[in-house]
């Protein structure tokens, strides 16, 4: 099984638990930001795992990414916009029959939900969610990860790695 964890992330937190997600899956599977996964997933892959996190109850937008840029001196370290955002990144995925799975970094009691807004995206190009999207969550706005999160992430991503055999 060949997998691929794709994710957007600004100050690192989606980042370490794309990496937690693809040690649980195993065999080798690689956690990339988006633009590093457009080839691995072009040469073939059974399941795509996707993440971002929740900024302003969304799916990180170019207008809020853009905000970021603006004022690096607001987060206590400067946002990392050097990959295009998960929303460009889907807006380019070619149409597939593979597999899915989704899942966001947020605060706990924010709404809105990035996991659903992948997973939705992934449904109409055609990739199935083998699981339902998944939330780790931060402690405050710029993280750090809430405690056993990673676990969670590492135990996810073994669970998805059952459920596609
Ligand atoms: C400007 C800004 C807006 C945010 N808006 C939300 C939000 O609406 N809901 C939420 O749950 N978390 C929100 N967060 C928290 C982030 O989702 C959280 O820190 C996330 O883990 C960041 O991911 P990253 O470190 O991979 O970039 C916000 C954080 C920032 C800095």
């Known amino acids: 099984m060949k997998a691929v964890v794709v994710y957007e992330s600004l100050w690192g937190n989606t980042a370490a638990i794309a990496r937690a997600i693809a040690e649980g899956i195993g ?24 993440g971002a996190p929740i900024l ?3 799916l990180p937008t170019e207008a809020i990414r853009n905000a970021q840029a603006a004022n690096p001196g607001k987060s206590p370290i400067p946002a990392d916009l050097s990959h295009p955002s998960m929303r460009a990144w889907l807006d380019v995925l070619p149409a597939g029959k593979g597999h899915s799975a989704s899942f966001e970094t947020r605060i706990w009691w ?25 939330r780790f969550l931060v402690k405050g706005s710029y993280g750090p990860l809430g405690p056993g999160e990673l676990e969670k ?5 073994a ?3 059952r459920l596609m055999f």
Request: aromatic fraction near 4%; hydrophobic fraction near 45%.
């Open 27 to 50: 065999s080798g599977t690689q956690a990339l930001p988006t633009d590093q996964a457009t080839a691995i997933v072009a040469g073939g892959v059974d399941l795509i795992v996707a």
């Open 56 to 58: 302003a109850f969304s």
């Open 110 to 134: 924010s709404p809105g939900s990035s996991a659903k807004a992948i997973e939705s995206r992934l449904v109409k190009l055609g990739y199935s969610p083998v699981a339902k999207p998944q």
């Open 153 to 157: 992430a590492q135990r996810w991503g």
């Open 159 to 161: 669970e998805l790695a």
